[in-house]
């Protein structure tokens, strides 16, 4: 059953990629896909919260879900049992493996940023004008919390938040470690 779960989440990051790009090949094929996934996807899509302006998170939230899903089947397969602390334990990774991505993706859009501060791109350039719209709300968040009403070069406040996310992928991945550790001999 697990193996089923797999490639169903196949299918829709298949699904996903091909939503990126102007399909070119035959469209009963992609249909077929979107018949198969969208009504999945679409339970997530209701939830607002996974939605970050234009940046729709809830195919991350799906997947994470059938990760979950798949794991479960798996160790029942494997062990015959499980104990409320492997379910603990697969939900805190399945939920540190969402927001590890986010972060990660925030820290590559940030770097982004800061290079084409640097560079002095065109945020007019589509590419960069998406950049510029993701990291804002990051930028004004970090400002609003260290700096409040202080006057902050642009450069400084995408380092600060660049250092500001790495440092919390990087405590809260110690700390999800540690508390994975403890769920995992839970005996129950």
Known sequence: MGSLVNIYSLVIVVRIILSWISWMGD???????????????????????LRLGFLDLSPI??????????????????????????ILYMLLQVLWGAVSFLLGFLIIILILRLIAHYTKQNLNNPFWNIVAA??????KKTNQIFFRDQIVLFRNGVIISIVILGLLYL????????????LAKLPV
Request: glycine fraction near 6%; charged fraction near 10%.
């Open 134 to 139: 993701i990291s804002q709300p990051v930028l």
């Open 171 to 182: 405590v809260l991945g110690f700390l999800v470690h540690y508390a994975s550790i403890v």
């Open 27 to 49: 469209e009963r094929i992609f249909k077929a896909l979107a018949w198969i996934t969208d009504p999945y996807l679409k339970w997530f899509r209701r939830f607002t919260f």
């Open 61 to 86: 939230a799906a997947l994470g879900v059938l990760t979950l899903i798949s794991r479960a089947f798996n160790l029942l397969a494997y062990s015959g049992t499980i104990t409320i602390g492997i």
